[in-house]
């Protein structure tokens, strides 16, 4: 078997479904090369489940045998002759979804005021940090999505995000509250944010990481009192976006539950997400949300009594 086309083939085929694919495409060559060394001709179980424990974390050996199974299945659907290796031979993923923390919009003010006050001072990178936690909040747009943005991505539509998670380009219109302030930054960024032509600059001219920003962030959220200690539990920064979906959806049921669908979908939109169970994944169960589904089933068994 020809193992680097198969990759190939493989990683073609989960791009065009909408994957990016970069980091797995390293991994998925690594193993290739490991099994032709060893002299497979197919795939074999016990090749995969030794290459991947080789990782020194558990989590990520899980991680590595995940990817290889499903790379396994591909391989085997066309050909029984690949083997394809038990699903939790190396344990269960242990890891949990950590629980987002809803943010107030009183918060959130608290974490743009407290980004002015970054070093270096009077240069553009407390402007940044203001700006940029405002517009995750007010937008909902995912960390990357908010760091890639270039001048020309700001339109009197709104915002034009490219190339997100799944390869997919979207417009999100913007408020006019949101609008001002974006404003407000580019006349401070014209004057000092250099001639990188990505919306958010630091003082060095260029955009900020992406680990930048989520340290920045927690940096600003224990300032505040948001946070307590090294590995205490808290508010994250893709918390704004959980923030954003599920405000947005209490925002429709108090004032016309009749839409929620609708607004789900558009909600959906909004976001970038590939299909609505994702957003479903964005929703927290507060007081509100919590209300309308009990009056929801409530009113669904009266009706059914009568």
């Not at 943005?149 to 998670?165: F, P, Y």
């Amino acid at each position: 078997m020809n193992w680097m086309r198969q990759v190939e083939r493989y990683v073609t085929f989960k791009r065009q479904s909408g994957y990016k694919y970069f980091t797995q495409e390293r991994i998925l060559s690594a193993f290739a090369r490991h099994a032709m060394a060893v002299g497979d001709e197919f795939v074999r179980a016990h090749t995969i489940i030794e290459w991947a424990a080789r990782t020194a974390s558990a989590h990520h050996a899980r991680e590595k045998l995940a990817l290889l199974r499903g790379f396994a299945l591909w391989l085997h659907a066309e050909d029984e002759r690949h083997e394809v290796p038990p699903r939790d031979f190396l344990g269960r993923n242990q890891r949990r979804r950590p629980t987002p923390h809803l943010l107030t919009p009183a918060q959130v003010g608290q974490l743009m005021q407290a980004a002015l006050s970054l070093r270096p001072a009077c240069s553009i990178t407390p402007h940044t940090f203001h700006c940029l936690i405002g517009l995750i909040a007010s937008t909902g747009l995912r960390r990357s999505e908010a760091v890639s943005l270039r001048l020309t991505d700001v339109t009197a539509d709104g915002l034009i995000v490219r190339e997100t998670k799944f390869r997919k380009s979207r417009l999100v219109p913007l408020h006019r509250s949101v609008r001002d302030a974006l404003e407000r930054y580019l006349e401070i960024r014209k004057r000092t944010g250099g001639e990188d032509d990505h919306l958010f600059v630091l003082s060095t001219g260029r955009r900020p990481s992406l680990s930048a920003v989520t340290k920045t962030f927690i940096k600003l959220a224990r300032q505040v009192g948001l946070r307590g200690k090294r590995g205490e539990p808290g508010p994250r920064l893709h918390g704004l976006r959980h923030s954003f979906a599920t405000r947005s959806l209490e925002a429709v049921v108090e004032t016309d539950r009749d839409s929620i669908n609708r607004h789900m979908l558009a909600l959906s939109t909004y976001l970038g997400h590939a299909n609505l169970s994702n957003t479903y994944w964005y929703l927290e169960a507060t007081p509100l949300l919590l209300q309308t589904i009990a009056d929801a089933t409530e009113n669904a068994h009266a009706g059914r009594a009568s």
